[in-house]
């Protein structure tokens, strides 16, 4: 047995720690995209980097970011949000930072590595006990795990 399973508070303890760091720097890049650069700013540089649909590009990163960020300080639908955010850094990644190298300060991908990285652990965890998907389907079993008991 780990440390983990034996406490199993710290792993909660954990996900929140992860869920609110990430989700705060989200909100903040989706919110700097909406209110200080305005989508049509941020449509025309995407245009500008040759990211196709930039518009529909610029909606969904700066709402991605607004909402994903949410709804993991919330511990909402953080699988679906891991998901989405993972999707939106893969897209930075390819269209932005892949020939930039590693390192952030030449423009490089390890922020938004490191952003994709965690939004998928999180998505493959879930929010822990201290998110409110652990409070709305507390007690609640899949139905295969339904059908396997009741045998």
């Not at 989200?26 to 919110?31: D, E, F, K, N, R």
């Not at 649909?53 to 891991?82: D, K, R, S």
């Not at 006990?129 to 008991?149: M, Q, V």
Request: proline share 3%.
């Amino acid at each position: 047995m780990n440390f983990a399973d034996r406490f199993p508070v710290l792993r909660d303890i954990g996900l929140l720690i992860g869920r609110l760091a990430l989700g705060v720097i989200l909100l903040a890049h989706g919110l700097q995209k909406l209110t200080d650069i305005g989508l049509g700013a941020v449509a025309r540089g995407f245009d500008d980097l040759g990211i196709p649909l930039p518009t529909l590009a610029a909606y969904y990163a700066t709402w991605v970011e607004i909402l994903g960020g949410l709804a993991l300080i919330l511990g909402l639908l953080v699988p679906v949000a891991g998901v989405l955010v993972a999707l939106d850094m893969a897209g930075a990644y390819w269209f932005v930072h892949r020939d930039d190298g590693l390192f952030v300060n030449e423009g490089g991908f390890e922020f938004v590595l490191l952003i994709a990285a965690t939004a998928l652990l999180l998505a493959g965890t879930g929010s822990g006990r201290f998110g409110l998907d652990a409070l709305l389907w507390r007690g609640r079993t899949p139905a295969r795990g339904r059908a396997e008991t009741s045998v």
